[in-house]
């Protein structure tokens, strides 16, 4: 089915992202913040688990069939506000990042349902419509049908999915598994967090974050498990510096980025020389500062494109992976050192 298919005819042309106070995975609550709440459902013990609470991985692994099962169960769900004024963009995007936790898994997506929230005395019908019309597209480029959901009315307009896959259990890809001595591989550009933030205030979009953003990290992923890595996440809201450092920590090692090796989104430099740093950068930063080593001429602005947060971003494998730039390496020890 082409996009023209699937896509209402009605448009209505309304500002999206003046409806939130945040665009994207840039409103997630902070990551210390977060990590304090969901302490308090610690300590479950269930031996399906794969994986569960305790490293924030991202997505749930539980093994059906018994403790011998040869399938893992993956669970996740994501939703944000609108990143972008355009309705079915939005909804592309939002779901290329829902569809992402199942690939930074080693899985592949089985089935999504829509979650909603939408200010139905604010927002038009045919704008929602807009919006599921944009999921249901990368779904279906991904193979996955959209099959119900649940929905709000909600003063605030949100979108994502919940998503259900299936992998190897010995063949997962875990942020817990990382071992120092290996390259560290990003496949995707960082960024998009600044050209958002910039499009937010100015209207101007730029076609390259929504590319980026609006692509599967299918290919990635089976890059990934081809070559043999065993470790990876992706990188959203939290940033490159806030996803290895939750990699880090969970494996017991350290991190070296070469910051001249991150490859960035078209327009990003210019947008970060601009001044279009959101509040989920800077908190990202805050968060992970006191574990990070800057080599001489390394700057605050370095630091702050390494803590964009990205909605929709890369797979950051531990290993190399064929034809997607390697960013540094791990080591013995603790911390991120930028170089």
């Known amino acids: 089915m082409s996009e023209n298919q699937i896509r209402p005819v009605a448009q209505p042309s309304i500002r999206l992202t003046t409806m939130a106070h945040g665009g994207g995975c840039a409103s997630k609550i902070p990551p210390g913040e977060l990590e304090d709440v969901v302490s308090a459902l610690s300590g479950q013990q269930y031996e ?42 939005w909804g592309r995007i939002a779901a290329a990042n829902a569809l992402s936790d199942i690939y930074a898994m080693g899985g592949d997506p089985v089935v999504a349902i829509n979650l909603v929230g939408w200010p139905r005395g604010v927002l038009p019908y045919e704008l929602l419509q807009e919006v599921l019309a944009g999921g249901l597209s990368v779904a279906q480029a991904a193979g996955v049908p959209v ?42 550009p960082l960024g998009v967090g600044l050209l958002n933030n910039r499009m937010k205030s100015t209207g101007e979009v730029s076609a390259a974050a929504i590319e980026t953003m609006t692509a599967l990290n299918r290919d990635a ?62 908190r990202n930063l805050d968060w992970v ?41 791990t080591v013995e020890g603790s911390g991120i050192e930028v170089r």
């Open 48 to 89: 399906q688990v794969i994986v569960g609470l305790e490293d924030g991985d991202d997505a749930a692994a539980v093994r059906i069939g018994g403790p011998d099962g040869s399938t893992a169960v993956l669970s996740t769900a994501d939703f944000f506000t609108p990143v972008v004024d355009d309705a079915f963009d």
């Open 289 to 329: 500062r006191e574990h990070l080593r800057t080599a001489e001429g390394v700057t605050e602005e370095d630091l702050l494109v390494l803590a964009d947060a990205q909605t929709s971003g890369g797979l950051l494998v531990i290993g190399e992976v064929p034809g997607y730039p390697i960013i540094g390496e």
């Open 147 to 188: 099959i119900g959901g649940h929905s709000v009315d909600d003063p605030e307009p949100k979108y994502g999915m919940a998503v259900t896959g299936t992998a190897d259990p010995e063949r997962l890809l875990r942020n817990d598994a990382a071992e120092a001595g290996l390259p560290i591989t990003l496949t995707k």
């Open 221 to 282: 992923s089976k890059a990934a498990l081809a070559a043999g890595a065993r470790a990876a996440t992706d990188v959203t809201g939290f940033g490159l510096l806030g996803h290895l450092f939750k990699m880090g920590r969970a494996s017991g090692v350290g991190m070296v980025v070469d910051r001249s090796a991150v490859p960035l989104v078209d327009g990003a430099a210019e947008a970060l020389r601009d001044g279009y740093v959101s509040g989920g950068t800077r």
